[in-house]
């Protein structure tokens, strides 16, 4: 499965996005998904992900309340309220397309697989 997110842009301390991953080549609707950001100068993080199916969801704490994860078909998004320029980062989604057997889900970028080029994310102050 090929990724592509998009949906990245300059706001304003407050504002809201909406990104999007469009996958390409196999629907992704039975893959765990996730979104990973990476500011400058640090290492990339975990901020959402979504099981196979979409039934269950978890958040890193800096976003939880504020960010949203979701999924169609062919696209999942990541809604984001209440920016706040720490927010400002490059983010990337990413898709676990080998079987995951653990009750956790998966929130560290090496169980993924497949990576989706990223968008930057600008907050201003």
């Known amino acids: 499965v090929q990724l592509q997110a998009s949906g990245g842009g300059l706001v304003q301390t407050g504002g809201s996005l909406r990104l999007s991953c469009a996958a390409s080549?196999?629907?992704?609707?039975?893959?765990?998904m996730g979104w990973f950001r990476q500011a400058p100068g640090k290492e990339r993080a975990f901020v959402a992900v979504?099981?196979?199916?979409?039934?269950r969801t978890d958040y890193a704490d800096s976003v939880k309340g504020r960010f949203t994860i979701s999924r169609d078909s062919a696209n999942m998004y990541l809604q984001m309220n209440s920016l706040k320029p720490e927010d400002t980062a490059v983010y990337s989604c990413?898709?676990?397309?080998?079987?995951?057997?653990?009750?956790?889900?998966?929130?560290?970028?090496?169980?993924?697989?497949?990576w989706g080029q990223g968008t930057q994310v600008t907050v201003s102050s």
């Open positions: 990413a898709a676990r397309t080998q079987p995951w057997f653990r009750a956790s889900l998966p929130k560290t970028e090496r169980v993924y697989d497949n």
């Open positions: 080549g196999r629907s992704f609707g039975a893959y765990f």
């Open positions: 979504m099981s196979a199916g979409g039934g």
